[in-house]
């Protein structure tokens, strides 16, 4: 394992302290912007202790393999889904072997868009982010069945209309602590929108389950939670409420960051730490060729972040999110999503099969489970 520290504490404490609001800048162009949050002060450091970092010990272990193109894992109770981006096939997974729980109709796939991420209420009815006709959407689904004979019911669409390209279309949802949805956005190759609110495109979104926007966004009836982002594809929450989410970049530096209520992450004005009080900078950066960073899991004190040029698994201490510890560099190709097993263990999907890099190996492409050291 490769250890590193990407940028002193001391320079992401005065970077913090510089942290406002929303919408510092105004957007190139000329667009008729939503009302701007209140102003706040700059976001809390996590408070997780150091002491409960976490990593991961031992070699991983196939769960499965010879997926195709495998974008994100969900737990519908104990039994994981797994989505598959070209495909459309929503997989369930019965011992060492998969079968297809439902496949989501009109799934257009170009690039990077298709099937992308899913996830899983606290009702287990599953939701589906994938790009369809009129662009990305999220839909709803039952599940029924029984573990081993699990199969997608009727479904809806909670939100149509997302800009999709074949290229940066976000993708990731999850569920926050507060119960509400959120997913990720990429600008679609319209880089100017992400600088929008009235735009989806470049955001992070919350919404309720039923896909309204909450009453307390930082945009009054509108989605946006956070905005000025490039290809957001992984968001992650610690264990005292702070959200942390994984950008790509263009050319120079892909990002781990804090996310706050209505604030401004620069693209493309910017593009990482940039130290201008009008965005919110990040809190580490790399190279693309070190990251490209997909999935993100949040374990005990942990940021774990899939990286797919970089083909590392890479854990960031909350505590001090300027240091990073790389595991497995190389030897599973490129790394998609990471998330934290309902048994403890650690879980992440390759994505050798995505028609990027250097092409599948023998079993490609396949889940992985790694025990965790928690010290």
């Known amino acids: 394992m ?56 031992g070699d991983p272990a196939a769960l499965t393999t010879g997926l195709l193109t495998p974008w994100s894992v969900a737990f519908f109770g104990q039994t994981a889904l797994i989505s598959e ?11 060492s ?34 790009t369809g006709p009129d662009g990305n959407r999220i839909q709803r689904f039952a599940v029924a069945g029984t573990p081993g004979t699990l199969a997608l019911g009727s479904g809806e669409t909670i939100l149509n209309g997302i800009p999709a390209a074949s290229y940066h279309d976000g993708g990731r949802i999850a569920f926050g602590p507060d119960g509400m949805l959120y997913a990720t956005t990429g600008d679609a190759g319209n880089r100017d929108e992400s600088q929008d609110p009235a735009s989806l495109a470049g955001k992070i979104l919350r919404m309720t389950p039923e896909g309204a926007a909450p009453d307390d966004n930082p945009f009054a009836g509108s989605l946006v939670y956070s905005f000025g982002h490039r290809n957001p594809q992984g968001i992650a929450w610690a264990e005292d409420g702070t959200m942390f989410a994984a950008e790509f970049g263009q050319d120079t530096w892909d990002e781990l960051n804090i996310i706050r209520a209505g604030g401004n992450y620069g693209w493309p004005i910017v593009e990482g730490i940039a130290g201008d009080p009008s965005y919110i900078d990040p809190v580490q950066q790399w190279t693309p060729d070190e990251a490209s960073p997909s999935g993100i899991a949040v374990v005990d004190g942990t940021i774990f972040i899939a990286n797919l040029r970089g083909q590392t698994l890479r854990a960031v201490p909350v505590a001090s999110p300027s240091d990073a510890t790389d595991h497995y560099t190389g030897t599973y190709g490129r790394i998609r999503h990471v998330t934290h097993a309902p048994d403890g263990s650690l879980w992440f999907l390759t994505s050798n099969t995505d028609g990027y890099g250097t092409g599948p190996r023998d079993g490609d492409d396949r889940l992985l489970s790694v025990p965790l050291n928690r010290g």
């Open 97 to 130: 072997t998969t079968r297809v729980v439902g496949t989501i109709s009109d799934v257009v796939q170009r690039g990077e868009s298709g099937l992308l991420g899913i996830a899983v209420d606290d009702e287990q009815r599953l939701y589906v982010y994938s």
């Open 85 to 95: 981006r070209d495909t459309g096939n929503i997989l369930e997974l019965t011992g």
């Open 2 to 57: 490769t250890k590193h520290n990407a940028r002193p504490l001391a320079a992401l404490l005065a970077t913090a302290a510089m942290f406002l609001a929303a919408c510092g800048a105004e957007p190139q162009g000329q667009r008729t912007r939503s009302p701007e949050p209140a102003p706040a002060t700059a976001a809390p450091a996590p408070t997780s202790p150091a002491a409960a970092q976490v990593q991961p010990t």
